[in-house]
């Protein structure tokens, strides 16, 4: 049974830093792309950053790019989001997932929530101006 459980999502001021994180189990992490999404309040869900190839292809949007950084831990079974330089519209109810038919390049896996089969549960990012 494939699950995710993300954490770390709180309230910030504009300009600090977060690390979210999501811990799998019920497969084999180095097999799947996995991804981050997020959702702000009456907005649609965008990906934001994608792995693939056991963490060694990423992609980011251009809207995280040199800011947030996407890692993942094989052995722990989890990926990590940095988030840094935080801003308010950066505010959204944040989610993980994973995906075992994996795409030549994450890009194809940000594109939309259609990419990914397995959903965690979100963590909400507050960032206050």
């Known amino acids: 049974d494939v699950q995710l459980q993300a954490s770390g999502g709180g309230l910030v001021q504009a300009g600090e830093s977060l690390r979210l994180a999501c811990k799998a189990s019920?497969?084999?992490?180095?097999?799947?792309?996995v991804g981050w999404f997020r959702q702000p309040p009456g907005k649609e869900r965008e990906g934001i950053s994608c792995?693939?190839?056991?963490?060694?292809?990423?992609f980011h949007s251009d809207s995280v790019k040199g800011r947030f950084a996407i890692s993942t831990d094989n052995a722990k079974n989890t990926v990590y989001l940095q988030m840094s330089s935080l801003r308010p519209e950066d505010t959204a109810t944040h989610y993980c997932?994973?995906?075992?038919?994996?795409?030549?390049?994450?890009?194809?896996?940000?594109?939309?929530?259609?990419?990914?089969?397995?959903w965690g549960q979100g963590t909400l990012v507050t960032v206050s101006s």
């Open positions: 997932a994973a995906e075992p038919r994996q795409q030549e390049h994450p890009r194809a896996h940000c594109k939309g929530v259609a990419w990914f089969d397995h």
């Open positions: 019920g497969f084999n992490f180095g097999d799947y792309a």
């Open positions: 792995v693939t190839n056991g963490g060694e292809t990423i």
